[in-house]
């Protein structure tokens, strides 16, 4: 705080021309004056000095003397406050008051910065010629007061409408040209015309001064209640007290709850909204890694193009029949004996042209996490059992629990593995399974 | 002379500055903030006004030769 201490030097010299006697005998006064007192205190008695107050004599340590000040002091340094009483508040009020307050405050606290010194001047421009028009019989001491307080208000007032309307501001700037051209008698009169709801209250008593522009306030904001109104008050008249300059502005948003909550809600969706984005972006990252991997295992090139050998072989087995359907109705006109040999010669026809292209190319597959060996074999042969022929035609799988995918193998032709019956067959493929597994003790 | 003294603290009060005898004490203007109490008596919710109060704090010298005495 930058608070003014007037020391020992300048309070003499303040004393010396008060009294209007020499700085020493001011000094010795002072010195004599504190010296007695001190000396009444240690002897435990109570000293009072008319004018400044009571010193009492305490038993505490830390803070022996205490110092009660006169009513007349106390009454002139509470001067700019003396209007108000402790107010009783009602249970549920508090919400109120915080609302009223913390954006009245605010708003004066900030108005006060933002005043640029020559309006002011404008505003004394204003105020002085009308002093003399109202003639009002006011207290010696209230009237250096009044235009102190008058410089305060009307800035903060008129900044407080402007906020309501743009109007009311730019009209109370246009009166400090006005007034200075015309006479003092008159000057106030076209001032009330111009200026809008602020001005109006002007020439009048300083209580209808402050009270029009709440009330002005007040009809602007209907929802606002009578509590709302008397605290919204109470904030003005602090403001125009001299030492409201000098208070410390609150930050009074931490206190006010509706405002602490928006913005910890924000603060948490903003969270949220982070927290999501970087859960997508390690998503789409896991996801583009593990889907090449995946493809890596399931889709080589050459899957696509075995699974294309696989439907060539299943197209060439309907051929087959196709063929016996188309020449059924041919053979419909010869005797079955005929219909009979005319089949087996289609059938051989189409065996041979196909025959010793399955022998020719060697088939293959591959095989995945979903097609693994007795899959493999279900499909080629019909018989999940086999895939040990197909193990066996292919020796570098190893242990074929272990086989990794996209491993291609060799899919033996039937007839290299099979032997005259079914049972046969499948006695051949147990037997071969057991060595196996005895080989991988499984 | 000492209506003049008296004077001298009035201004300073009314100015919220303070007035600082050498090996006495300070007085000082201290301005309170408005502030909401509860009265515990009746248990309501006051809204206490603003309020400049004159204080005195004592010198430490004064305070050391007051508690010298005292024992």
């Known amino acids: ?442 | 002379m000492l209506e003049s003294f008296a004077n001298v603290v009035r201004n300073s009060a009314t100015s919220l500055s303070a007035v600082a005898i050498p090996s006495f004490g300070t007085f000082e203007a201290v301005k309170y903030d408005e502030e909401i109490v509860n009265d515990r008596v009746t248990g309501k919710r006051l809204l206490l006004p603003p309020q400049v109060v004159v204080e005195f704090h004592p010198a430490a010298m004064l305070r050391k030769r007051l508690n010298k005495t005292n024992e």
Request: proline content about 8%.
């Open chain 1, 1 to 442: 705080m930058n608070k003014e201490t007037i020391n020992l030097p300048r309070l003499i010299s303040l004393i010396a021309e008060g009294a209007s006697v020499s700085p020493a005998t001011a000094r010795r006064f002072l010195h004599d004056l504190f010296a007695y007192v001190e000396n009444c205190l240690a002897d435990g008695e109570t000293v009072k000095i008319d004018g400044i107050g009571e010193f009492v004599r305490s038993d505490d340590s830390a803070n022996p003397v205490l110092f009660k000040a006169d009513a007349d002091l106390a009454a002139i340094a509470n001067e700019p406050f003396s209007a108000f009483s402790a107010v009783t508040l009602n249970d549920d009020a508090v919400a109120e008051i915080e609302n009223v307050n913390t954006p009245a405050i605010e708003q004066a606290a900030v108005v006060e910065e933002q005043v640029p010194e020559p309006q002011e001047d404008q505003v004394i421009e204003v105020s002085e010629p009308e002093q003399p028009i109202v003639s009002e019989p006011v207290d010696e001491i209230e009237e250096p007061a009044q235009p102190e307080a008058e410089v305060q208000t009307e800035p903060i007032q008129s900044e407080e409408d402007s906020v309501e309307n743009d109007e009311v501001v730019e009209t109370a700037e246009v009166p400090a040209p006005v007034v200075p051209e015309q006479e003092p008698a008159t000057a106030p009169e076209p001032v009330l015309d111009e200026a809008g709801t602020v001005e109006v209250a002007k020439p009048e008593e300083e209580e209808e001064a402050e009270t029009a522009p709440v009330e002005n306030g007040l009809a602007e904001k209907p929802d606002d209640e009578n509590h709302a109104a008397e605290q919204k008050e109470d904030t003005r008249r602090y403001a125009q007290a001299p030492g409201y300059r000098k208070l410390r502005h609150r930050d009074y948003s931490h206190n006010h709850p509706a405002q602490s909550a928006s913005r910890n809600s924000s603060g948490h969706a903003m969270w949220l909204v982070l927290g999501v984005l970087i859960g997508l972006i390690i998503g789409l990252i896991g996801g583009y890694f593990a889907g090449k991997t995946m493809q890596a295992y399931e889709l080589p090139d050459d899957d696509t193009a075995l699974l294309l050998e696989d439907t060539d072989l299943l197209a060439d087995a309907d051929p087959v029949q196709e063929v016996k359907a188309d020449t059924i109705p041919v053979v419909e006109h010869q005797a079955v004996a005929q219909n009979e040999a005319a089949e087996e010669v289609k059938e051989s026809a189409k065996p041979a042209e196909q025959a010793p292209a399955k022998a020719a190319e060697p088939v293959y597959d591959t095989i995945t996490s979903s097609r693994y060996l007795s899959i493999l074999a279900r499909d080629h042969y019909g018989v999940k059992n086999y895939w040990i022929f197909i193990y066996q035609a292919n020796p570098q799988l190893g242990n074929p629990n272990q086989v990794r995918p996209g491993t291609r193998v060799l899919i033996p032709a039937r007839e290299s593995f099979e032997e005259a019956t079914k049972e046969q067959t499948d006695a051949k493929a147990r037997k071969l399974l057991n060595q196996l597994a005895k080989k991988y003790k499984f």
